[in-house]
């Protein structure tokens, strides 16, 4: 059993940034492909960012391209996500996943994290 943790999220103006982290409580970390995923109120789970089992492919949704990038350390099981330059359409909230030897594109993930807030003021 996977047990995903996120945490970083909190309350940024427009045109800020912010951090997300995401810690994983598994023995085989490079096993899977992270994600990161949110959902806005009233709308439906969109797809954020991906990271491959080594962390040197990577792949994003086009409206954080640019401006949110995803990273991974295998030896300390996190994937972190780095927001940048955020608008208020950036609220929502944020959730990791894992999927055990998906592809970077793999809409199959195994694993989901409870959550965090990420409002962001205009």
């Known amino acids: 059993q996977v047990q995903l943790v996120e945490s970083g999220g909190g309350l940024v103006q427009a045109g800020g940034s912010l951090r997300l982290s995401c810690a994983a409580s598994?023995?085989?970390?490079?096993?899977?492909?992270m994600g990161w995923f949110r959902q806005a109120p009233g709308k439906e789970r969109e797809f954020v960012a991906a990271?491959?089992?080594?962390?040197?492919?990577?792949h994003y949704a086009d409206s954080v391209k640019g401006r949110f990038t995803i990273s991974r350390d295998n030896a300390e099981n996190t994937a972190d996500l780095q927001m940048s330059n955020l608008k208020p359409e950036d609220t929502a909230v944020y959730y990791c996943?894992?999927?055990?030897?998906?592809?970077?594109?793999?809409?199959?993930?195994?694993?989901w994290g409870r959550g965090t807030q990420v409002t962001v003021s205009s």
């Open positions: 598994v023995r085989t970390f490079d096993d899977y492909v």
């Open positions: 996943a894992a999927s055990w030897l998906g592809s970077l594109t793999t809409d199959k993930y195994d694993y």
């Open positions: 990271i491959s089992w080594s962390g040197s492919n990577t």
